[in-house]
C-alpha cells in the first residue's frame, strides 16, 4: 500500500465503522433531531401525493433547509423510515469522506493533519450526534465548494451553481458560503460578476425572509436565557474536539462507565487541541505570519469566528446559532495555515490522529452500550429526567440525547406502514412543510 494512502485508508475505515455502530446499535440512525426529519418526509410525500389535512400544509414559498428533506422524501418511497434512516446514515458518510479526501488533496494539506482535524471538526462533529443533518449537508456542499481549483473558487458559473445549491441546504451554510465566495472575490478582484452570481439566490433568500414567519420559543425550551455567554462561546468551542457522551434516554455513558469515562475524554479533547496548536505554531514559522494572513481564508476564519462570538444562545429559529458559524470558521482557518504546509514533527500529528481515533472509539463504547440498554426496555423519558437530577448537570457535558425523538421514529414507521398521515404536530418548521393555523 503506498503510505500516502495510509491515513485516508485508516480514518476512512475508522470512520465507517462507526457510523455501522450507531447504525446497528439501533433499529435506526440514532441522531438526535434527525427522526423528526424523517416524519417530516413522509409527511411531505402523502401531502404532495394529494392528501388532504388539517394539521399540516406545504410552504409555497424557496426554503433553505430543502436538499436534505427532498433526499429522505425520496427515500421513503422505495424504503421504511427506519431503514431509510440507515441509509442517509451510509451516504452521508460516503459523501463527507469523498468531500474530506477532496478537500485535503486539492489544497495541500498534510493528510495526517487533515483528515483527523476534518473528522472532528465536519464529519463527526456536535451538530451531526445531534441529527442536525440540513446543517451538515450545508457544511458538505461548502466542503466540495473548497475542492474546487482555487481559481474556480470566485468564477461566476461555478458561484451561481454553489449559491444556489448551498442555499437549498442550509441557511447558515449558505451564509458561511458567502463569506468564502466574499474574500475569494475581493483577492481576485472579481467582486462585480461573483456579485451578478449571487443575486439569484440572494433573491430567493429575500423571498423566504419575506414569506417566513417563526413559531420558535427556542429560547424557553432550551432555558439558555442566564447561561454565561463567555463560559457558553468556550464549551462551543471545546465541542469542536473528538470527545462527546452518548445518551440513551436514563442511560447515559459518563454516569454509566464513571469518571474514567469523562477524565479519558476530557484528556483526549486536550491532547486534540495541544497538538493542533502546535502544529498551528510549527505552520505559523514555516510559512510566516505574511503569508498566512495574506490568504483570503484567513479573512474568511476570523470574520466568521467573530461573527460565531457575537451571536446569541439562540436565534434565527435554532439553539446556538454561533456553533453554526464557528465550524466554517474554524475550517477557513485550517485551511489558512495548513495549506501547503507538510510538518516534519511525528509527535504532534500522532498525536492528533491518537486524539480523534481514541474519541471516536470512545463514543463508539457509548453507542453499544446506550444500544443494549435501549434494546433491554429500561430506558424512558422519565427514568431520563430523573437520572438527569440525580446525577448532575455535569454528566450532560459534551452529551447528545441520541434517541429523545424515538416516538417520533415509531410513529412515522406505522404511518408509512398503513400509508397514512400521522397525526401529531411538527415540532420544527424550518422545512418544506409547517403546521396549520
Given at each position: ?15 465507517m ?12 440512525a ?14 411531505f410525500?402523502?401531502l ?77 462533529n ?36 454553489f449559491?444556489?445549491?448551498t ?89 454509566h ?36 494572513g ?52 511525528l ?9 480523534v ?42 452529551g ?38
Amino acid at each position: 500500500m503506498n503510505r500516502a494512502h495510509a491515513p485516508a485508508l485508516l480514518f476512512s475505515v475508522a470512520a465507517m465503522a462507526l457510523l455501522a455502530v450507531a447504525a446497528f446499535s439501533f433499529p435506526y440512525a440514532p441522531l438526535e433531531d434527525f427522526p423528526e426529519w424523517i416524519y417530516q418526509g413522509h409527511v411531505f410525500n402523502k401531502l404532495v401525493e394529494g392528501q388532504s389535512s388539517l394539521l399540516y400544509e406545504v410552504k409555497t414559498y424557496p426554503v433553505p433547509y430543502a436538499l436534505l428533506q427532498l433526499m429522505v422524501s425520496a427515500l421513503l418511497l422505495v424504503a421504511a423510515p427506519m431503514m431509510a434512516s440507515r441509509i442517509v446514515l451510509a451516504l452521508w458518510g460516503v459523501l463527507s469522506l469523498v468531500a474530506v479526501h477532496k478537500v485535503i488533496a486539492r489544497n495541500a494539506v498534510s493528510p495526517w493533519i487533515g483528515w483527523p482535524l476534518l473528522l472532528s471538526l465536519i464529519v463527526f462533529n456536535s451538530p451531526f450526534w445531534n441529527g442536525y443533518l440540513g446543517y451538515q449537508s450545508g457544511l458538505l456542499v461548502l466542503l466540495f465548494f473548497l475542492a474546487l481549483p482555487r481559481d474556480n473558487r470566485s468564477d461566476w458559473r461555478w458561484v451561481l451553481a454553489f449559491s444556489l445549491l448551498t442555499f437549498f441546504a442550509h441557511g447558515w451554510g449558505y451564509v458561511a458560503l458567502l463569506a468564502f465566495i466574499g474574500a475569494y472575490a475581493l483577492y481576485d478582484r472579481r467582486i462585480v460578476s461573483c456579485g451578478a452570481a449571487l443575486a439569484p439566490s440572494l433573491l430567493l433568500l429575500a423571498i423566504y425572509r419575506k414569506f417566513n414567519v417563526s413559531h420558535s420559543e427556542l429560547t424557553v425550551m432550551f432555558d439558555l436565557d442566564h447561561v454565561n455567554p463567555v463560559l457558553y462561546k468556550l464549551y462551543t468551542l471545546l465541542k469542536s474536539g473528538p470527545y462527546h457522551n452518548a445518551i440513551v434516554f436514563d442511560f447515559n455513558a459518563m454516569a454509566h462507565f464513571g469518571p474514567a469515562f469523562l477524565g479519558t475524554g476530557l484528556a483526549l479533547d486536550a491532547i486534540f487541541f495541544l497538538a493542533l496548536g502546535a502544529l498551528a505554531l510549527m505552520a505559523l514559522r514555516a510559512l510566516g505570519w505574511r503569508e498566512i494572513g495574506a490568504r483570503p481564508e484567513t479573512l474568511t476564519g476570523v470574520g466568521l469566528v467573530a461573527l460565531a462570538l457575537i451571536l446569541p444562545p439562540t436565534g434565527f429559529e435554532m439553539a446556538n446559532p454561533g456553533e453554526r458559524i464557528l465550524i466554517p470558521g474554524l475550517l477557513a482557518l485550517s485551511l489558512a495555515f495548513f495549506s501547503g504546509y507538510s510538518p516534519s514533527a511525528l509527535v504532534p500529528r500522532v498525536a492528533l490522529s491518537g486524539a480523534v481515533l481514541g474519541g471516536m472509539a470512545l463514543f463508539a463504547l457509548g453507542l453499544i452500550a446506550g444500544g443494549a440498554a435501549y434494546r433491554s426496555g429500561t430506558a424512558g423519558a422519565e427514568a431520563m429526567a430523573a437520572k438527569q437530577t440525580e446525577t448532575g448537570a455535569r454528566y450532560s457535558w459534551f452529551g447528545h440525547r441520541l434517541v429523545q425523538f424515538d416516538s417520533r421514529m415509531r410513529e412515522a414507521e406505522k404511518a408509512w406502514r398503513h400509508d397514512a398521515l400521522p397525526s401529531e404536530p411538527l415540532a420544527f418548521e424550518t422545512g418544506l412543510i409547517a403546521n396549520r393555523r
